[in-house]
């Protein structure tokens, strides 16, 4: 059974680090993009990046570029987002998501439960 | 590419067929996909390819359209099928969702 499972919430203040995580199992964790997709409170989902374990060439969205960093370690399988310096903006819920190619077609079929980070002073 | 969603909100009674619009600023082929994510859940894939339905969702779901309308629909809406439903367009690697959808009981 393909399982997505994500590190626990998080509270943070403004300018702190954080690392959070997503284990795969039950597929061949390298073969599959993983992406990260965000949620503010009360507001709609938000494409972050997609990482590639096997050789973890990695995709920002424009909108995430130089905000977050994206890592795996295939190890491990496990994939990674980061920041360096949160802002209280950071609040929301973060999803991992598998990614696959279905008939040409790039979706993602399988998620994470979601950890909510909040950034609050 | 940006997406858009319309309605952004309806109430509908069990029972009801449901369409939600969804329109890509630039032709996207058939890279559309349609989720569902109910309150305090994780999304869940529905519809794949603008039409092909994922396994194990009911047939009550279907999806349509090509370049850049496409539509989701619900041929008689369920208990269970009340919840947000966003599009998303899959175009090289770069994702982008629609803001969404929210179906609510009349």
């Known amino acids: 059974e393909v399982q997505l499972v994500q590190s626990g919430a998080e509270v943070k203040k403004p300018g702190e680090s954080l690392k959070i995580s997503c284990k795969g199992s039950?597929?061949?964790?390298?073969?599959?993009?993983i992406g990260w997709v965000r949620q503010m409170p009360g507001k709609g989902l938000e494409w972050m990046g997609i990482?590639?374990?096997?050789?973890?060439?990695?995709r920002y969205s424009p909108s995430f570029q130089g905000q977050v960093t994206i890592s795996a370690d295939k190890s491990i399988s496990t994939a990674y987002l980061q920041w360096s310096s949160l802002k209280a903006s950071d609040t929301a819920m973060y999803y991992c998501a598998r990614l696959i190619a279905v008939a040409g077609v790039l979706v993602f079929d399988y998620w994470g439960q979601g950890t909510l980070v909040t950034v609050s002073s | 590419i940006q997406l858009t969603q319309s309605p952004s909100s309806l109430s509908a009674s069990v029972g009801d067929r449901v369409t939600i619009t969804c329109r890509a600023s630039?032709?996207?082929?058939?890279?559309l996909a349609w989720y569902q994510q109910k309150p305090g859940k994780a999304p869940k894939l529905l519809i794949y390819?603008?039409?092909t339905l994922q396994s194990g969702v009911p047939s009550r779901f279907s999806g349509s359209g090509s370049g850049t309308d496409f539509t989701l629909t619900i041929s008689s809406l369920q208990p269970e099928d009340f919840a947000t439903y966003y599009c998303q367009q899959l175009n090289s690697y770069s994702l982008t969702f629609g803001p969404g959808t929210k179906v609510d009981i009349k």
């Open positions: 990482i590639y374990p096997g050789d973890s060439d990695t």
């Open positions: 630039q032709g996207i082929s058939s890279y």
């Open positions: 390819a603008a039409s």
């Open positions: 039950g597929y061949s964790f390298t073969s599959y993009w």
